[in-house]
């Protein structure tokens, strides 16, 4: 089946500082999602990508959808304490149902 | 926008006990629903998915078993919890038909499920 691929698991910054993470998958997507959990909440979205090689931009969020539709990546400038939390990755295809395949999740510490 | 409710937010059941986890939603209509499953320190699990009022799909074999009696909610149940139904329960929506972005999943709070 399909497998997104988000590493490292964890990641340590210093606060201030960018931070930039990659998702991968075998296979293509219609659709890019990145969500941000917060300890005992539910997933909220960042930035949803709709067309490849699209550019979107959430206030200190950049997240690009790949040329190849099978990868993208999310970017968090001048990091701070409450950017702290777990990203995922998702990806969709059209007509499934609305049926998102996600990845593991990267846990973010920001040092401050 | 949407809103999604979900209750209760943490249960402590005996094993062999029956479970019964509710989402509701408000602000959209003939939304798609999704239940998740999340273990500690891992990713999402798509559990059920429904696309109408008494259409259930199973995307794991489980304990568990989903129905949705109403347009806007969705229930999670079972007849015997295990230990291993331990974990951390999503309830998700689409936006309804009406929406021009009918793809896009939102999120409820959770319910923090422990079996002991």
């Known amino acids: 089946g399909q497998q997104l691929n988000q590493s490292p698991q964890s990641m340590f910054i210093q606060e201030g500082e960018d931070v930039s993470m990659n998702c991968t998958s075998s296979s293509i997507f219609n659709t890019w999602l990145w969500y941000k959990q917060d300890p005992g909440e539910g997933p909220v979205l960042l930035i949803a990508l709709y067309k490849a090689g699209e550019l979107t931009s959430n206030g200190r969020l950049t997240a690009q959808f790949g040329i190849t539709r099978k990868d993208s990546f999310l970017n968090i400038s001048a990091s701070i304490p409450s950017d702290v939390g777990i990203y995922f990755c998702?990806?969709?295809?059209?007509?499934?149902?609305?049926?998102?395949?996600f990845g593991k999740g990267i846990t973010l510490s920001v040092r401050p | 926008s949407q809103t999604i409710h979900q209750w209760p937010a943490t249960l402590v059941q005996p094993v062999g006990s029956p479970l019964s986890l509710e989402c509701t939603v408000e602000?959209?209509?003939?939304?798609?629903l999704y239940w998740y499953r999340q273990a500690a320190g891992r990713g999402l699990q798509l559990l059920f998915y429904?696309?109408?009022?008494?259409?259930i799909s199973s995307e794991v074999p489980q304990n568990l078993s989903a129905s949705r009696p109403q347009d806007r909610q969705f229930i999670l149940s079972s007849k015997k919890l295990l230990l291993s139904d331990s974990g951390f329960y999503l309830c998700?929506?689409?936006?309804?038909?009406?929406?021009?972005?009918?793809?896009?999943?939102?999120f409820g709070p959770g319910t923090r499920l422990t079996v002991l």
């Open positions: 998700a929506c689409t936006k309804g038909t009406s929406g021009t972005r009918t793809d896009t999943q939102y």
């Open positions: 429904s696309v109408g009022i008494g259409q």
């Open positions: 998702a990806g969709q295809w059209a007509g499934a149902n609305s049926k998102l395949t």
């Open positions: 602000g959209t209509s003939n939304p798609n």
